[in-house]
């Protein structure tokens, strides 16, 4: 059911031909774009979904999480559970904090986790990815800088607003939030990882769906209202979404315009949350609109170039390139000859493979099916490719404690190459694409992996246990 009221560009003072150049500058550009949204005057002026993406599923947001968690720490200073001053080592207990506390820990407070100016040199996310004990290893960690002094982009400081959080309300982030933002937005479908320590990750791990970001994002330029009701204290979100600290050590232009509370600064005037890969809620306060992208691309910047370029114009009135609007949004399955047949043996590998691989088999009528390991929790799942259009299947999804598991849907395809069978594989509520190219080699089943995005490697092999093994 559709939250937000829609309206034609003309009627919010935008022309229509414009936005289709916007759409078609996306659609031909590098940057793999999944879904679109537009709000102009609280009017929702243009929603796009290239096939087999929709707007109704939930996406993975990556750090626009941050963002959601900024809004929660900000009711709760408003509810007087904490304040921006308050020492981080105050909330946590001596099993937690190490035997000596510097100077520099003693100084980090709740401000400097908000605007990633831990004093840390880098991002301290991975050393806590590494162990259950994410809280006790950030406070272990060396800090080097003096708290507020340097501008360190840091997931793990906002682990530990999340932590803070539920140590203050005996809740987790998510569960905080429902009753006071996601209920009132509607924001049904939304959920959040969650460590292994029990507590939600805060800084990633959000799902929810396209209107429901945008929902945010009109939030967010409306101070905080929400059909006539104040959610979030008008005074938290002028001063998260305002410059609070410099980052002028960024590279990219839309990435060094300051920081605020867990909000990015943007060229224009413009403030947003962002998650890698290019997900993006971009509000743009002079103009009264909002942008909502969810996209599948290592450069980021140039998905705002695009904006920047097209739909800022657009808004201003202004005349914009005129580029032809494809008449259907689609990413089509990878063509090619139809698979050969295979053995039809099923092929197993080592548990620590890096995509989660279980087994591999590839049937004389040309089908692979492939099993997979759910990285996190263990669960497995059998997703089958074949020739032709898309093949949707389902995987595991996104669980919390308040609601139950929903499958996550995938689609599939595969095609010859010489001796390889190729299977592509999306996972549609993600950016991430995986095209594995199968050769059997003797006994041995090797799969070259290919990644569309990753925060590590993007091409590695993988080789199966020889079948004497299995």
């Avoid at 908000?114 to 301290?124: A, I, V, Y």
């Avoid at 970001?213 to 009701?229: D, Y």
Wanted: with cysteine.
């Amino acid at each position: 059911m559709s939250r937000l009221p829609r309206s034609t560009p003309e009627s919010q003072g935008l022309d229509a031909a414009a936005l289709g150049s916007f759409v078609a500058a996306l659609d031909a550009g590098a940057p793999e774009i999944q879904t679109l949204m537009v709000l102009r005057h609280g009017q929702v002026v243009l929603e796009e979904a290239w096939a087999p993406y929709r707007l109704e599923d939930r996406h993975l947001l990556f750090s626009v999480s941050k963002s959601f968690t900024s809004t929660a720490i900000g009711l709760a200073i408003d509810e007087g559970l904490l304040s921006l001053e308050d020492p981080v080592v105050s909330f946590f207990g001596a099993d937690e904090l190490p035997e000596t506390i510097s100077d520099n820990l003693a100084a980090m407070k709740v401000r400097h986790l908000l605007t990633m100016t831990t004093g840390h040199s880098k991002d301290t996310v991975e050393a806590l990815s590494r162990d259950r004990r994410m809280v006790k290893i950030f406070l272990g960690l060396d800090v080097e800088h003096e708290p507020g002094t340097v501008f360190v982009y840091n997931s793990g400081a906002t682990y530990m607003l999340s932590a803070i959080l539920q140590r203050l309300t005996g809740e987790r982030l998510l569960d905080y939030l429902r009753p006071r933002l996601f209920e009132p937005l509607g924001a049904t479908e939304a959920t959040w990882q969650v460590s292994k320590e029990g507590i939600t990750v805060g800084g990633w791990g959000l799902s929810v769906n396209t209107e429901t970001l945008a929902c945010f994002g009109q939030l967010l330029l409306q101070h905080g209202e929400w059909q006539g009701r104040q959610l979030v204290p008008v005074e938290w979100y002028e001063a998260a979404t305002s410059k609070q600290v410099p980052n002028d050590n960024e590279e990219n232009p839309d990435w060094k315009q300051g920081y605020g509370y867990q909000f990015w600064r943007g060229r224009h005037n413009t403030y947003r949350g962002d998650g890698a890969f290019g997900q993006f809620c971009v509000v743009i306060p002079e103009y009264d609109a909002v942008l909502i992208v969810t996209s599948a691309t290592q450069d980021m910047q140039a998905i705002l170039n695009t904006a920047w370029e097209y739909l800022l114009p657009a808004l201003e009135g202004k005349e914009v390139p005129v580029l032809p609007r494809p008449e259907r949004l689609e990413l089509p399955p990878p063509s090619g000859p139809a698979p050969a047949g295979g053995d039809g043996r099923t092929y197993r590998f080592a548990a620590d493979n890096m995509l989660g691989l279980v087994s591999a088999r590839i049937d004389p009528d040309g089908t692979g099916t492939f099993s997979f390991r759910d990285l996190e929790d263990g669960s497995r799942h059998d997703l089958v490719c074949a020739a032709g259009d898309w093949r949707e299947a389902s995987a595991p999804g996104t669980v919390d404690d308040a609601a139950p598991e929903v499958g996550e849907r995938v689609v599939t395809n595969a095609y010859g190459d010489g001796d390889a069978f190729v299977a592509t594989l999306r996972w549609l509520e993600s950016p991430y694409v995986a095209t594995l190219t199968c050769r059997v080699t003797g006994d041995t089943l090797t799969v070259d992996v290919a990644l569309n995005v990753s925060f590590g490697p993007t091409d590695f092999t993988i080789v199966s246990e020889p079948m004497s093994q299995n």
